[in-house]
C-alpha cells in the first residue's frame, strides 16, 4: 500500500475490527509467533511502540535502496501500515496464515522463513520496480514507494495453498482451482483497491512461487534446518507441486 496520508494513532475503527477477530477466532489458537507479530505491528501503528521514524519515512522504493541505499526502508517497510484497515485486513489476514503454518513448520523454522521471505519480497519489489522501468520508461515504477506486509502474505498464500490438498477456493464469487487463486486475488486487490501496490503483491507471489515451486525452496529449507537442527516438514503434495507448477 502506497502511504498516501500520515496515520492517527491511538484506537481507530480497525484496530477494534482486528481485537474483536481475534478474540472471535480465540487466541489460545494463534501460535506464539504469529501473535507477537499481530501484537508488535498493531503497537507499532498505533505509536505505542516509540520508534525513531514514521511509516512515510520507510516506504520501500527501487530508487530509495538502489540510488540512496536506504537500508532501513529495505527491511522496516514490511512492517509498517498506511491505515487502521490496512493494518486489519493484513494482520487479520496473517492470523489465518500462521495459524496453518506455524504449527506444521514450528515456531522457530517460522520466524526465520518469515524473516527470508519478507527480505525476498524487498529484493523482488525494487528489482521489479526497475526492470519495469527499463520496459516502460516509466518512471513512476523506480519511485513509487510502498510500505505493508501483504507482498509477505501473498508469499504465504502461496506456500499454504501448496500445503494444502488441491481444491477449489472461492474468491469474491469466483471459483478457482488453488493454484490460480493467488493470481485471481492479485488483479481483484488491484481492481478494487486502487491503493493497493500491485507490483509489491506481485512481488510476494513470485517469492512464494519461489520457495514453493523451485529449488530456491529446498535451499531455503536446509539453510533454516541448519541453524535450527529441526527440519522443515511439508506435506507430501508440497514437493509433488515443486516439479509442476503449471501442470
Known sequence: MTPSQRRQRGLQYGIFLLCMQALNFGLEKIPPATLIGVIVQTLLYTGLVQVPWNAEEVCISAVKIIKYRDWRSFFLSNFEHGSDMHLYYNMFSF????????????TTNFVLL???????????????????????????????????????????????????????????????????TVWVEL????????????????????VGCLYSYTFVGEIIDNLIHMITGTPIIHEEQFYRKRNTLFT
Do not use: W
Open 95 to 106: 492470523i489465518l496464515k500462521g495459524s496453518f503454518l506455524e504449527p506444521i513448520y514450528g
Open 114 to 180: 518469515l524473516v527470508i521471505l519478507s527480505t525476498g519480497c524487498s529484493v523482488m519489489y525494487v528489482s521489479l520496480g526497475y526492470i519495469l522501468m527499463q520496459l516502460t520508461g516509466d518512471y513512476g515504477y523506480f519511485t513509487t514507494c510502498a510500505i505493508g506486509f501483504s507482498a509477505t502474505l501473498f508469499a504465504l498464500k502461496v506456500i499454504v495453498l501448496c500445503e494444502e490438498h488441491d481444491r477449489l477456493h472461492n474468491v469474491s464469487g469466483f471459483i478457482v482451482q488453488s493454484k490460480l
Open 187 to 206: 488483479i481483484l486487490i488491484h481492481l478494487l483497491v486502487p491503493n493497493s501496490s500491485f507490483v509489491g503483491h506481485l512481488g510476494g507471489i513470485l
